[in-house]
């Protein structure tokens, strides 16, 4: 097996970072760098939902994805002055969405629709997966939000989600693949998890040939231990937010009283 281009071990993950507060006027934003990958999250919220969804008692959460043209080494033209979304694109946002649904309790939030923006600054490989993660702190303040001001009376969440990307490369199974690793490599998959090991969607793609259920199982292991980071770098993030509007951290036991 060959050294990985970055000179990372096999297991190990990119340097990871979120910075809350970043869209000082969104219900709840995120800036989520993961190695050269950066995206601003954030989260808007609105008093209506989807024709569909109208009368139900239940609320909506989607997202919606983009690139800024000289997100890439190359210069993207943006798609509104093309006047359509590639289809790309569609897939991304949608499975974003789909990761956010997939931890909230819609009837819990109320007749009430959070879309997060994701909008990626720079692309260095794994930007669904980056952005699922922020994502994720962006919904989880916007929440917050709501709870505060008394407009919900418990937060509608389940539980924490995050994503990271892995693949078969000259270096063997590898995790949190680069652009490098990612533009040549043998297989790439994206799990999206649970911090409490729930799989909530895996994309695996084999670029040249079939790979093997031991393959798959040896991704699937590199992405469970690569989550890991992942959610606590969340917690350290709402925790900080949250301990800057309330004094109090995520888990800490109430002050005592004099």
């Not at 060959?2 to 340097?15: E, I, K, L, N």
């Not at 033209?77 to 931890?103: F, M, P, W, Y």
Request: glycine letters at 10%.
């Amino acid at each position: 097996m060959t050294p990985r281009p970055s000179g990372r071990a096999p297991d190990a993950m990119r340097p990871v970072s979120i910075e809350t507060g970043f869209a000082r006027h969104a219900e709840g934003s995120a800036l989520i760098r993961v190695g050269g990958t950066e995206i601003l999250c954030a989260a808007t919220v609105e008093s209506r939902v989807p024709p569909f969804l109208r009368g139900q008692g239940k609320g909506w959460v989607t997202a919606e994805y983009g690139m800024l043209p000289r997100a890439t080494h190359t210069r993207g033209g943006r798609e509104a002055a093309k006047g359509r979304q590639s289809g790309r694109t569609q897939e991304i946002q949608r499975l974003i969405g789909r990761s956010l649904r997939a931890v909230v309790d819609l009837a819990a939030l109320g007749e009430m629709s959070i879309t997060v923006d994701c909008d990626v600054l720079n692309a260095d490989g794994g930007t669904r997966c980056a952005a699922i993660t922020g994502g994720w702190v962006a919904l989880r303040l916007a929440l917050d939000k709501l709870v505060r001001n008394r407009v919900l009376a418990r937060l509608p969440l389940r539980a924490q989600v995050a994503a990271v990307s892995c693949g078969l490369t000259q270096a063997g199974p590898v995790l949190d693949l680069d652009y490098d690793e990612d533009s040549t490599a043998a297989a790439d998959a994206n799990f999206v998890l649970t911090e409490t090991g729930g799989i909530v969607e895996i994309q695996g793609t084999a670029e040249h040939a079939p790979f093997s259920q031991a393959q798959f199982e040896a991704l699937l292991a590199l992405a469970q231990a690569g989550t890991v980071p992942l959610f606590a770098a969340q917690r350290a993030a709402v925790d900080a937010a949250l301990g800057a509007a309330l004094g109090t951290t995520l888990g800490a036991p109430p002050p005592e009283t004099p």
